[in-house]
Nanobody, 114 residues
Framework: QVQLVESGGGLVQAGGSLRLSCAASRSIVSINAMGWYRQTPGKRELVATISNVGGTNYADSVKGRFTISRDSAKNTVYLQMNSLKPEDTAVYYC?????????WGQGTQVTVSS
C-alpha cells in the first residue's frame, strides 16, 4: 500500500512556472516507478516518469519545459513546470507503481491563463 499526497497546483500566467510535489507514505527507492499524469475531460496523458534507479521519460509535449526529480530523504517526487502554456491546464495526478499495482494521488489543479 502506497499513499500519495500532492500539492503545488494553482493559477499561473502563460510563461510562468509551478512546482508540483508528491509525498509518498514509504521510501520512494522501494517504489518501482513514479510519475505524473494529467487529466482533462477528454484525455488522460502521461507527462513524465522516473524509475527507482533515476531514469526519466517525458511526453513530447513537455520536453524541454518540465523536469521530474526526486528527494529520497523526503520521500517526495517533484515536477518542475516552466514556460507554461494554456494547453498545460489540467488536473495533475501523481502515480506510483509498487509490486505490480498502481496507486494514485488525489490530484491538483493547474490552470494556465493566456
Amino acid at each position: 500500500q502506497v499513499q500519495l499526497v500532492e500539492s503545488g497546483g494553482g493559477l499561473v500566467q502563460a510563461g510562468g512556472s509551478l512546482r508540483l510535489s508528491c509525498a509518498a507514505s514509504r521510501s520512494i527507492v522501494s517504489i518501482n516507478a513514479m510519475g505524473w499524469y494529467r487529466q482533462t475531460p477528454g484525455k488522460r496523458e502521461l507527462v513524465a516518469t522516473i524509475s527507482n534507479v533515476g531514469g526519466t521519460n517525458y511526453a513530447d509535449s513537455v520536453k524541454g519545459r518540465f523536469t521530474i526529480s526526486r528527494d529520497s530523504a523526503k520521500n517526495t517526487v517533484y515536477l518542475q513546470m516552466n514556460s507554461l502554456k494554456p494547453e498545460d491546464t489540467a488536473v495533475y495526478y501523481c502515480y506510483a507503481r509498487f509490486r505490480s499495482e498502481g496507486y494514485w494521488g488525489q490530484g491538483t489543479q493547474v490552470t494556465v491563463s493566456s
